[in-house]
């Protein structure tokens, strides 16, 4: 093999390796988007969550029971939430409605922890359904 074979045969694989170098990186800069875009989902997730835990969070600072994972007998519930199914024009557009006939949008205001945690169940179900809303 002469001087020149070798040397043609050292820039193609330098040239073959910076072609997947340059890949590798592609894929690298790929995984850093995905993952950035995973964190954001994640932060709107936990900011959509915020009034739901300050909602708890209020109700145990008034210590009244709550009923969760506790051992009392529970209360009579003081709001109620119905769900219902919504359906559009078309056969796989089907939606949901939730509402309380005992809540309004003031209600964020209210002494009572019901009232609180309710709304901003309420309000969660919404901001949740807008996310995972199938685009057009």
């Given at each position: 093999m002469t001087d020149?074979?070798?040397?043609?045969?050292?820039?193609?694989?330098?040239?073959?390796?910076?072609k997947k170098a340059a890949l590798w990186?592609?894929?690298?800069e790929q995984r850093e988007k995905e993952l950035a875009t995973l964190r954001?989902?994640?932060?709107?997730?936990?900011e959509q969550l915020t009034p739901?835990?300050?909602?708890?969070?209020?109700a145990r600072s008034q210590r009244r029971p709550m009923g969760i994972g506790q051992d009392f007998p529970r209360?009579?519930?003081?709001?109620?939430i119905q769900i219902g199914a919504e359906y559009g024009r078309e056969r796989d557009?089907?939606?949901?409605?939730?509402?309380?006939?005992?809540l309004a949008t003031t209600d964020s205001d209210s002494p009572?922890?019901?009232?609180?945690?309710?709304?901003?169940?309420?309000?969660?179900?919404?901001?949740?359904?807008?996310?995972?809303?199938?685009?057009?």
């Open positions: 020149a074979e070798t040397l043609d045969r050292v820039i193609r694989i330098a040239e073959r390796s910076a990186e592609e894929i690298a954001a989902q994640r932060d709107e997730l936990w739901l835990k300050d909602a708890v969070l209020f209360a009579p519930a003081c709001v109620s557009n089907a939606g949901f409605w939730i509402e309380s006939d005992e009572s922890p019901c009232r609180h945690i309710a709304l901003a169940l309420i309000r969660l179900a919404y901001d949740v359904a807008e996310k995972v809303k199938p685009k057009k």
